[in-house]
T-cell receptor, first 111, second 114 residues
Framework: ETGVTQSPTHLIKTRGQQVTLRCSSQ?????VSWYQQALGQGPQFIFQ???????GRGNFPPRFSGLQFPNYSSELNVNALELDDSALYLC??????????FGPGTRLLVL | AQSVSQHNHHVILSEAASLELGCNYS??????LFWYVQYPGQHLQLLLK??????LVKGIKGFEAEFIKSKFSFNLRKPSVQWSDTAEYFC????????????FGTGTRLTVIP
């Protein structure tokens, strides 16, 4: 157990819908990173939040957006869902640039 | 572009066999290196990490990895595997410049036969 929690655990949406995923970081951690893990692949970096601001972004379109709150928890929002967005979404927290610890993930299925 | 290669996609071993999983990365700057493990039905867990110092690092459950800078490699080893080591293993690299996000390999599935 890392102390990183994510909700919901599973989610089913249809194409075109919007989804919000949530992450609570481990106590003492001020940085949250989001990753997408497609079936059979390694996690791909979406973006990172540090002190409530985006601190880096991977190769994902603008319809992937996020927020970080003063308590360092975070949300990942995806608009206009596509079938290819079906994946496991992982949140990882860290203290700045130190080791990242992962949550259990949210499995999203887009029909 | 940065990339992490894990050449073994699926490895099948009998219990007590020795394990070596390869990991190579393409980045010329300073990096931090990690191995994460994902047991069936569980979340990604840190197995071991290298930031600096002794290039031979030891992790949990008897795993170790060796950083060879000249080969851009960070191979994972265990002298004697157990059935409970059955899992997916991911090598990851963090660049010290930028957001310190992780670049992952595609993973190696290890199946240990009792």
């Amino acid at each position: 157990e890392t102390g990183v929690t994510q909700s919901p655990t599973h989610l089913i949406k249809t194409r075109g819908q919007q989804v919000t995923l949530r992450c609570s970081s481990q106590s003492g951690h001020n940085t949250v990173s989001w990753y997408q893990q497609a079936l059979g692949q390694g996690p791909q970096f979406i973006f990172q939040y540090y002190r409530e601001e985006e601190n880096g972004r991977g190769n994902f379109p603008p319809r992937f957006s996020g927020l970080q709150f003063p308590n360092y928890s975070s949300e990942l929002n995806v608009n206009a869902l596509e079938l290819d967005d079906s994946a496991l979404y992982l949140c990882a927290s860290s203290r700045g640039g130190e080791t990242q610890y992962f949550g259990p993930g949210t499995r999203l299925l887009v029909l | 572009a940065q990339s992490v290669s894990q050449h073994n996609h699926h490895v099948i071993l009998s219990e007590a066999a020795s394990l070596e999983l390869g990991c190579n990365y393409s980045y010329g700057g300073t990096v931090n290196l990690f191995w994460y493990v994902q047991y069936p039905g569980q979340h990604l867990q840190l197995l071991l990490k290298y930031f600096s110092g002794d290039p031979l690092v030891k992790g949990i459950k008897g795993f170790e990895a060796e950083f060879i800078k000249s080969k851009f490699s960070f191979n994972l080893r265990k002298p004697s595997v157990q059935w409970s080591d059955t899992a997916e293993y991911f090598c990851a690299v963090a660049l010290l410049a930028g957001a310190n996000n992780l670049f992952f390999g595609t993973g190696t599935r290890l199946t240990v036969i009792p």
